[in-house]
T-cell receptor, first 116, second 114 residues
Framework: AQSVSQHNHHVILSEAASLELGCNYSYGGTVNLFWYVQYPGQHLQLLLKYFSGDPLVKGIKGFEAEFIKSKFSFNLRKPSVQWSDTAEYFCAVNVPNSNSGYALNFGKGTSLLVTP | GAVVSQHPSRVICKSGTSVKIECRSLDFQATTMFWYRQFPKKSLMLMATSNEGSKATYEQGVEKDKFLINHASLTLSTLTVTSAHPEDSSFYIC??????????FGSGTRLTVV
């Protein structure tokens, strides 16, 4: 079955530390990959996405992700986190759904806590 | 742009009653909308996809008679949880398709059935 795996469920970092959140997917076709962030009490917001082209994708707020096709991975990175990055992070893959279209298939999410 | 407004944000209802959740696209026409359910410490699970003017397509394992979805206009989709039970308590999120492979999300509804 198609799936999205996020290996880190809870991450605690100090401010200025570097961040890398893992994401692997199991889907054999062409993939569109996404990272979303959900701040406490807010809706999901798009951080970045990969459709094609340069596998290193830069997103908002200093985040970037690298698509490695051979590893079926799309890890999220940020060189220096801030307290305001405390949030839930979701990796997602756009896959065909029952409606004969596409829908997002999400990983279980990673809860990031950045301490001062 | 591409804002989706979801109401209510929180609702508490008695077991056996029905609850309606609304999802409106404020500044665009949402041809396709999605309804997700999010369990604590779990991923968002796609429940169903709806296209304006047609019946919703439900994912495997989702009871279509319990979770009624109506997408009667290009700006409004509703999810009605019928005869709600405590196990239906969850966080429900709507999403709309924007452009090609783009999505925007509502802020979610916390449903508690007592």
């Amino acid at each position: 079955a198609q799936s999205v795996s996020q290996h880190n469920h809870h991450v605690i970092l100090s401010e200025a530390a570097s961040l890398e959140l893992g994401c692997n997917y199991s889907y054999g076709g062409t993939v569109n990959l996404f990272w979303y962030v959900q701040y406490p009490g807010q809706h999901l917001q798009l951080l970045l996405k990969y459709f094609s082209g340069d596998p290193l994708v830069k997103g908002i707020k200093g985040f970037e992700a690298e698509f490695i096709k051979s590893k079926f991975s799309f890890n999220l990175r940020k060189p220096s986190v801030q307290w305001s990055d405390t949030a839930e992070y979701f990796c997602a893959v756009n896959v065909p759904n029952s409606n004969s279209g596409y829908a997002l298939n999400f990983g279980k999410g990673t809860s990031l806590l950045v301490t001062p | 742009g591409a804002v989706v407004s979801q109401h209510p944000s929180r609702v508490i209802c008695k077991s056996g009653t029905s609850v309606k959740i609304e999802c409106r696209s404020l500044d665009f026409q949402a041809t396709t909308m999605f309804w997700y359910r999010q369990f604590p410490k779990k991923s968002l699970m796609l429940m169903a996809t709806s296209n304006e003017g047609s019946k919703a397509t439900y994912e495997q394992g989702v009871e279509k008679d319990k979770f009624l979805i109506n997408h009667a206009s290009l700006t409004l989709s509703t999810l009605t949880v019928t005869s709600a039970h405590p196990e239906d308590s969850s966080f429900y999120i709507c999403s709309a398709s924007v452009g090609r492979h783009g999505y925007t999300f509502g802020s979610g509804t916390r449903l508690t059935v007592v």
